[in-house]
Structure formats: C-alpha cells, structure tokens
C-alpha cells in the first residue's frame, strides 16, 4: 500500500486566520499497481471543531480492501470558536477533488468515479459541495478548469438542515453566534438539491442522539422530489459517531492521529502566546486529544469508545454495492 500526504493549498493560497502553520491534506491509501480504481475520499466528522480520527483511516482501509483507492481529507476546523469557517471547508474539499483528478494517473484512479465519504459534520461539508459546487471556484490555473463535482457521495449520520432539527454547534463553527438568516438558508442542504446533485447514499440511526435522524430524512426526500438517485438505511438503534461500527472502532483501533494536527498547532500558538485561549481550555484539549505525545503514533493506546453495533456495521457492504450499481 502507498500512504502519502498531499498538502492541498500552496503558502499564497491558504490564509485561514487561525491555521499557525497548517495546511489542509490528504493522506492516500493505494494499491501499488497500475489498475485504475474508482476513489473514495473519506471526510471526517468533528462539528467543524475537529477532523476527528476515528472516522479517518479506518474507514478509508474499508474501501481500500474493497478495491478502491481512498484518501482521508484533513480540512479547515474551527476548534475554539475563534474564527468563524464560512466556505473555506468547502473550498478545501473542493481542491481536495480536483487536486486527485489533476494527478489521476499518478493515483490510478478512474476521475469519472470519486465519491465522497463524509460523517457527522463531514457528512454536511460533503453534501454542501454536492449541492453547491458551481459556487466554489478554483483560481489556481492547475486546478481551475477541474470539476470539483462529485460522482457519488456516501453521508453518514450527516448534518444536513440548520432549521429546526439542525445541529447548532455546526453551524456556530461555520458562522459564529450571530449567522445571518441567508447564511443559515445556503447552508440548510435540504432546500438546494436540484437534479444536478449528484447521486447520494445516505445512513444514520433512529435513536442518534447529537444529529437528529430527520437530517438524513429530509435530504433523502429532497432527492426523491429531484429525481437524484439515493438509497437511505435508517438502522434501528446506536450512538452518534459509530463510523464503522465494528470492534475496531469501538475498541479505539482506528489508526492514523493525523487529522489532529491543526489541533496541535493551535495549542503550540496558544503556549507560544501567538493566540489568547485560557490555560484551562488548552489543558483540556491536550488531555482530550492525547496533545504532547506523538499524535500520528499509531501505537498509544486508547480508551474504549462505544460498543459494535452488528445491524450498522453492514453500510460499508450496502454502500459498496450502490455504488457498483450506480457504474
């Protein structure tokens, strides 16, 4: 397998204010020969605060195992509520999709079958750039006349609406506390699907308890009124967060701490006194996130996080064959 991390924007083009030092990537999963494969980039979620790992390799070796070439996206987060997003997610996971389609043949994979793979929050930014990728253009002449257009996408318990059964702390992120009513409206996915989204397959549970299962709902009836080809499995019970469901998951065996890096680079900035955040917060965000210690060590140990779920653990397979009837 090829691992590799691409840094998306150039030092000119990324000027998130509170990045001190990051830039958005992605990291490959590869098969090393020459077959073209379709691709997955796996988005994780996090509520815009964090790009959370356990949503990051584990689901891209999945696909990987499944015959694909996959990649995990570390995009743009707002971790602290210091600096509202707006579209700089989007704009990362739009480069995100050219940059793989501009390197297809050094990736090996087919550019006409890059699905998005997006959880929670991830599973908002995925279907954002679904409904408005004519919006997010790309002024690097590499990249300009890439589409960023995804032919698929798999949204997995996603944010989906900001009325009234949104996820606020997503759209806080996005836009701070005081989002304007038209912010809210562009980012309420459910009322911007058009003919032209891509086909979308979509799951979550009924008893998740962060992101209420009617996201996925209203999402999946706007593409019904639309005519976008979907499927929708709503699983009968299991936490927010469950990504692949399985015992791997649960047990904390998720891989790769990478996406946490931006994480790390605020704390250094806040400790350096280059950004004004209470010790106390700082304190805390190190003990959640294990900052201090090698973050992209695979090895440390870590906490059981849930329990496996049997009946969800299946919409990796469900996805996988959706997505060959979609070919």
């Known amino acids: 397998m090829i691992s590799e991390r691409y840094l998306l924007w150039e030092t000119s083009e990324y000027n998130y204010p509170m990045a001190f030092g990051f830039v958005p990537d992605i990291v490959s999963y590869l098969h090393e020969d020459t077959e073209k494969r379709p691709c997955i980039l796996v988005v994780p979620g996090g509520g815009y605060r964090v790009v959370s790992p356990t949503e990051g390799e584990i689901v891209a070796l999945e696909f990987y195992n499944k015959g694909y070439n996959a990649f995990v996206c ?3 987060v707002n971790l602290c509520g210091l600096e509202p ?3 700089q997610p989007m704009c990362d996971l739009s480069r995100a999709i ?5 390197n297809s043949e050094l990736f090996h994979v087919n550019e006409d079958q890059l699905t998005v793979c997006g959880f929670s929050a991830g599973g908002h930014l995925c279907g954002s750039v679904c409904v408005h990728y004519e919006d997010i253009k790309d002024e690097n002449p590499k990249y300009a006349e890439i589409s960023n257009r995804p ?6 318990y996603p944010v989906i609406t900001a009325g009234e059964k949104a996820h606020r702390g997503s759209f806080e992120a996005l836009f701070g506390e005081g989002a304007t009513e038209k912010e809210l409206q562009y980012m309420s996915l459910e009322n911007h699907v058009t ?3 891509p086909p979308c397959f979509l799951w979550q549970t009924a008893t998740d308890e962060t992101v209420p299962v009617e996201n996925s709902y209203l999402f999946a009836e706007a593409c019904k009124a639309n005519k976008v080809p979907y499927a929708h499995h709503v699983f009968s019970k299991g936490r927010h967060g469950l990504s692949l469901a399985n015992e791997d998951w649960a047990s904390g065996k998720f891989g790769g701490q990478y996406t946490l ?3 790390e680079c605020l704390v250094k900035a806040a400790e350096e006194g280059n950004v004004s ?16 210690r090698k973050i992209i060590d695979k090895t440390r140990e870590v906490p059981r996080i849930g329990e496996p779920s049997k009946e969800a653990a299946v919409w990796p397979m469900l996805a996988d064959t959706w997505l ?4």
């Open 74 to 76: 570390t995009y743009t």
């Open 85 to 87: 997003l707006r579209e």
């Open 98 to 102: 050219r940059y793989i389609r501009a």
């Open 151 to 156: 032919d698929a996408a798999i949204l997995s």
């Open 195 to 197: 003919q032209d989204t």
């Open 261 to 263: 890096e931006q994480i």
């Open 277 to 292: 955040i209470p010790k106390e917060a700082i304190d805390r965000i190190k003990k959640e996130f294990g900052i201090g």
């Open 324 to 327: 060959k009837s979609m070919r």
